[in-house]
């Protein structure tokens, strides 16, 4: 149980578009899910803290009109990289967390977004 | 001083090891404890979870914290090949997750 999957896996984009990701908990409902990066050989950073059905909470530092979260129900949030550049390439991980579980967060396996 | 302390390696061992992997923190306000393992390309996967002092043991793994010297460890007996991943340390900040840098182990055969 507690399977949180991640759509797409890799993307590959050219600078100034826009991407997007998924994120789903598969068998349970999250109710909270957060957002992280992750630079080669370097800790996961927390970008957002999200709830279904309201504004995401941003890291100090992490530009919310660059990167658009919503979370529309309690199995799927979305990031959205808005005018994406090289320097946003990184590798994004989602995690969801269940009230009834305590404080464990359950991560997906990644999305690796390269910027060309 | 940065909240979170973790020797990133690399660190190489024999198969058959004992493996100790170690973080620092400053932050008295943290509650949890927790080891995550990363596989290259991949999620975090949860591997231990304590909220107290002392030590907790799940089969080849033991987690020890000690909350006075804001020190906690991770240590693996019988190291194996399949334990080659980055190990996290994480601690948790009102529901909010501070990682360490993640130490890069590998087991050789």
């Known amino acids: 149980g507690a399977v949180v999957s991640q759509h797409p896996s890799w993307v590959i984009c050219k600078s100034g578009t826009s991407v997007k990701i998924e994120c789903r908990s598969l068998?349970?409902?999250?109710?909270?899910m957060f957002w992280y990066r992750q630079f080669p050989k370097q800790s996961l950073m927390l970008m957002a803290t999200s709830n279904e059905g309201s504004k995401a909470t941003y890291e100090q530092g992490v530009e919310k009109d660059k990167f658009l979260i919503n979370h529309a129900s309690l199995t799927l949030s979305t990031l959205t990289v808005t005018s994406a550049h090289p320097e946003d390439s990184s590798f994004y991980i989602c995690s969801a967390s269940v009230t009834h579980r305590g404080n464990e967060q359950f991560f997906g396996p990644g999305t690796r977004l390269t910027v060309l | 001083q940065k909240e979170v302390e973790q020797d990133p390696g690399p660190l190489s061992v024999p198969e058959g090891a004992i493996v100790s992997l170690n973080c620092t923190y400053s932050?008295?306000?943290?509650?949890?404890f927790m080891w995550y393992r990363q596989y290259s390309r991949k999620g975090p996967e949860l591997l231990m979870y304590t909220y107290s002092s002392g030590n907790k043991e799940d089969g080849r793994f033991t987690a020890q914290v000690d909350k006075s010297s804001k020190y906690i460890s991770l240590f693996i007996r019988d190291s194996q090949p399949s334990d080659s991943a980055t190990y996290l340390c994480?601690?948790?900040?009102?529901?909010?997750?501070?990682f360490g840098q993640g130490t890069e182990l590998s087991v050789k055969p």
């Open positions: 068998d349970f409902q999250a109710t909270t």
């Open positions: 932050n008295s306000a943290f509650q949890y």
């Open positions: 994480a601690f948790d900040q009102g529901g909010k997750l501070i």
